[in-house]
C-alpha cells in the first residue's frame, strides 16, 4: 500500500462566503493534478471556519458574572472564557492559563478550539479577534463532498481536521473534527489474526490517522496549505446512518476514565 | 509539500534475532525503491520486539500476592498482571477488563502495551503467549539507523510505532516509542503567525504524527506491512542531547491534569 499527501498550492487567504471546492480546483489545476474517486480531501479547520465566517470579536461580548469569576480564576480574559463557555458543554479542566472543555460538538479540547492566531478583519483589535470552530463540521464536510459530486462527478472522502493537544503526551497532533465520505472509525469486531486468534485492539481512529499524516503535511505556522490531497487509502463506507461523521470517534463521557 | 508512505513488501515473519535491516533493504529492492537521505523508516513495535526476543511465556510466570488481587479485581490473569506491573512504573486506571499504567519508558497505555496478536512460538499455548515492547525503544531506533548509516551511508530516521488508545477517543492511533535521528517535537515557541502574532499552539508531535499515518499504512489486522518508509519530510536534528529520542513528546506527571 501506498499513501501520498499533496499539499493543493495556490490557497488564497480565505474570505467569509468563498467557495472552497472552487479555490481547491483551481489550485490542483494550477499544479497539474486532479481529484479522483476514492481520493480523501484535509480541510484545515480554520479555512471551512474563515469561510463560514465565524468570527467573534471580543469587544462585542458582554462576559456573565460566571465568565468574569472563571476568567479570573484561570487569569484569561473574560470576554474569551464567555465565547468558551458559549461553545462548550461543560469545563474538564481548568488551571491558570488552561481551560480545557468538552466542546458543543463532543470533543475535549483547550479553550472550545477558539483560534486567534493567523487571523485578521480590517478594523479589530488583533486581540479582540477569535474564529470559532465550524457550527457543524460533519455537515460542513458532507457540503464539499456533495459540492464535488455535483460539479465534478467524483467521489471524494471529506476530513476537515484541527490541531489538538493530548492527555499523557505532548505537542498537538492533527484530529479530525468533520468527516463524510468515510468510515472515521474502523472497527475490526469479530476478526482474525494470521493465527486465528481473535483481535483485541478492534477499533482503529482511522481519519484521525489521515488528519494526523495531512496536518503535518499543511505544516503549522503558517496558512499556505491549508489543503493536503490523500491518495492511496481506500475510504469504507459508513455501515449505518449513526457511524457516519466524527462521531464514532467520540468516547461518551461515560465510558471516559479521564474525564 | 508532499509526502509519500510506501509499505515494504516482503517482509517475513520475524524470528528472534533476525536483522531487520537486511529484511528491510531486502524488502525495498524486491520493490524496485530505495532508501535516501532524510527517508523516515516507520517500524511496528512488534516486529522489533520479535527481532529482540521479547517473549513472555505466562507458563513460567509467578504471580505475586498484590498481581493476584488486582487480577481478580480487573478480572485479569494474574500472571498477565504480573508481567504487566513488572513493565510498569504505576496503575493510572483500572476497571473490570481494563488496566491503564505508565510504561517504566514513561507514556500511558492499556496493559503496557504488551500484545497478544500476531504472535506464535512453537510449544507455547497461545493464550501464554505475550510480546513486551523493547527494553529500550529509542536504543533500538538508534541502532537500526546507524547499522543504514554504516551498511549505506545513508542518513535516515527511525520511528519505532505502536497502536494505543487515547483519552477522550475511540480507537487506536500509531504513536512513536522510539525515535532516532530527527526531532519528535518540533517547537515553535518565540514564532510568529503571517500577521505577526505570536504563536500560541507551539508545539506539534511530529513523530506522532508520522507514526499515525505511517499506522494506517501498515494496516492494522496482519503483520504483512510493518515498516513504511516515508519520503518528504524533512526531519531536524535535535537541538540538544535531551531532545533527542521520545521524551520530548511524553507529558511530565506533574505537569498532566488527565492522570
Chains 1, 2 share one sequence.
Not at 484569561?76 to 469545563?91: A, C, F, H, T, W
Not at 458532507?142 to 465534478?152: F, G, M, S, Y
Not at 482503529?204 to 488528519?211: G, K, N, P, R, Y
Not at 459508513?238 to 461518551?252: F, I, N, T, Y
Request: overall charge negative; aromatic content about 4%.
Amino acid at each position: 500500500m501506498q499513501l501520498s499527501l499533496v499539499a493543493v498550492d495556490k490557497i488564497p487567504m480565505v474570505e467569509p462566503g468563498d467557495d472552497l471546492i472552487d479555490l481547491i480546483l483551481a489550485g490542483l489545476e494550477s499544479m497539474e493534478e486532479d481529484l479522483r474517486d476514492g481520493d480523501v480531501l484535509v480541510l484545515a479547520q480554520k479555512i471551512v471556519s474563515k469561510a463560514e465566517n465565524r468570527y467573534v470579536n471580543l469587544a462585542d461580548v458582554e462576559p456573565s458574572e460566571a465568565a468574569m469569576r472563571l476568567g479570573e480564576e484561570v487569569d484569561k480574559d473574560p470576554r474569551k472564557v464567555q465565547v468558551i463557555l458559549d461553545e462548550s458543554n461543560e469545563v474538564v479542566r481548568k488551571r491558570p492559563g488552561v481551560l480545557i472543555v468538552e466542546h458543543r460538538l463532543g470533543f475535549v479540547a483547550a479553550n472550545a478550539g477558539i483560534d486567534q492566531s493567523n487571523i485578521y478583519q480590517a478594523g479589530v483589535e488583533g486581540d479582540d479577534l477569535c474564529l470559532l470552530l465550524p457550527v457543524d463540521p460533519d455537515a460542513s464536510a458532507q457540503r464539499l463532498r456533495q459540492t464535488i459530486a455535483d460539479r465534478c462527478g467524483i467521489d471524494v472522502a471529506v476530513i476537515i481536521n484541527d490541531s489538538i493537544g493530548r492527555a499523557w503526551r505532548m505537542g498537538t497532533v492533527g484530529l479530525a473534527i468533520g468527516v463524510a465520505g468515510m468510515t472515521s472509525l474502523e472497527d475490526y469486531v469479530g476478526g482474525h489474526d494470521i493465527y486465528g486468534r481473535e483481535l483485541i485492539v478492534t477499533q482503529v481512529a482511522a481519519a484521525d490517522e489521515l488528519a494526523a499524516g495531512a496536518s503535518l503535511v499543511m505544516g503549522q505556522t503558517t496558512e499556505k496549505a491549508p489543503v493536503v490531497r490523500v491518495r492511496g487509502y481506500a475510504p469504507k463506507a459508513p455501515e449505518s446512518a449513526d457511524l457516519q461523521g466524527v462521531k464514532p470517534l467520540l468516547r461518551p463521557k461515560a465510558m471516559d476514565m479521564f474525564r
